[in-house]
């Protein structure tokens, strides 16, 4: 079984450029999650689609970052513009509805503003 | 409102000794508790995970953790620790059937030889 794709796995870029990450999801998970890693912290949740429809984006800098998940399947995050702050490594999880508690990560994007 | 917290940042101990990793959750609900382990320019992998059931819970590669309700832990143990442990563990704590996870800060472990 494939896992979670992600690309690309680096990126640098100047702060107030825009940059995007893609994700591709375990085939048949329905829910799928992106998450932001600051250096030495635990993963923190910004937004969970399930099929393409947003269930939680409470934690999303809206102001600067937008997430779609067009036909339920692949995903893309975007930031514009970035800042300083949002140096981290970007995650992507997908989960079955069957098992509604096991995730599976992707590798990860690590974005590195300057 | 639901949160984890993991008691070390840093853990170092010799292979083949045993390894404690410490966890204190604290949730309005009854939790599913869960531990993941994030070796360098991996994904994160569930090492093991605990839903309601049985509260001894054994996971992957030897590991086992204790749900212990009174104590609000949920501590991560192994009897020998061999080299390819050596990686980051974070302690996850969600309500049951959300599929929201709530990350603890994460441990080091680091593994002499």
């Known amino acids: 079984e494939a896992g979670v794709a992600q690309s690309p796995r680096y990126k640098i870029i100047e702060k107030r450029q825009s940059v995007a990450f893609w994700c591709n999801p375990i085939s048949g998970h329905a829910t799928l999650y992106w998450y932001q890693q600051i250096l030495g912290q635990g993963p923190k949740l910004l937004i969970q689609?399930?099929?393409?429809?947003?269930?939680?984006d409470s934690q999303l800098p809206k102001d600067r970052f937008s997430a779609e998940r067009l036909k339920g399947v692949d995903s893309t995050l975007k930031i514009q513009p970035a800042k300083l702050e949002d140096s981290a490594v970007y995650l992507c999880?997908?989960?079955?509805?069957?098992?509604?508690?096991?995730?599976?990560f992707g590798p990860g994007t690590r974005l590195t503003v300057t | 409102a639901q949160s984890v917290t993991q008691l070390d940042s840093h853990v170092s101990v010799s292979e083949g000794t045993p390894v404690l990793l410490r966890c204190n959750y604290s949730s309005s609900y009854s939790p599913s508790l869960f531990w993941y382990v994030q070796h360098p320019n991996k994904g994160l992998q569930l090492l093991l995970k605990?839903?309601?059931?049985?509260?001894l819970v054994k996971g992957i590669n030897g590991f086992e953790a204790e749900f212990k309700k009174s104590e609000t832990s949920f501590h991560l143990t192994k009897p020998s620790a061999h080299m390819s442990d050596a990686a980051e563990y974070f302690c996850v704590v969600s309500r049951f059937g959300t599929g929201k996870l709530i990350f603890g800060q994460g441990t080091t472990l680091q593994v002499k030889p």
């Open positions: 689609f399930q099929n393409n429809g947003v269930v939680d």
């Open positions: 999880a997908s989960m079955p509805l069957a098992t509604p508690y096991e995730q599976y």
């Open positions: 605990y839903t309601s059931a049985a509260t």
